[in-house]
Nanobody
Framework: VQLVESGGGLVQAGGSLRLSCAAS????????IGWFRQAPGKEREGVAC????????YYEDAAKGRFTVSRSNSDNSAYLQMNNLKPEDTADYYC???????????????????WGKGTLVTVSS
């Protein structure tokens, strides 16, 4: 299994970035794809997840209304469109493969098995 993120960089607050995740080594459309981030000195946190066919999407509160997760099963790729970026979005962003679900009470469950190495997003104020 290999996951390679790209698209990170330096952007001003209010700007946009589109992250890509290129996958190989497994049957891409059998699995959900999740996006996570880890800011300096903080624990890794979930951002968004998309179901294997693209029909299910899940967002954590920090991403709702600003980020959009998508995928192209024909290209074995997933994407995270990030708009209206804020300095607090600065982090290493990772894609991962596994399963996503929404639990009773609206809590998301992102159960991932394999991870990419990440791409750095820096948002300046």
């Amino acid at each position: 299994v290999q996951l390679v993120e790209s698209g990170g960089g330096l952007v001003q607050a209010g700007g946009s970035l589109r992250l890509s995740c290129a996958a190989s080594g497994f049957i891409f459309d059998d699995y959900d794809i999740g996006w996570f981030r880890q800011a300096p000195g903080k624990e890794r946190e979930g951002v968004a997840c998309i179901g294997n066919s693209g029909g299910r999407t899940y967002y954590e509160d920090a991403a709702k209304g600003r980020f959009t997760v998508s995928r192209s099963n024909s290209d074995n790729s997933a994407y995270l469109q990030m708009n209206n970026l804020k300095p607090e979005d600065t982090a290493d962003y990772y894609c991962a493969v596994g399963q996503c679900a929404s639990l009773p009470g609206g809590v998301n469950l992102f159960d991932m098995d394999h991870w990419g190495k990440g791409t750095l997003v820096t948002v300046s104020s």
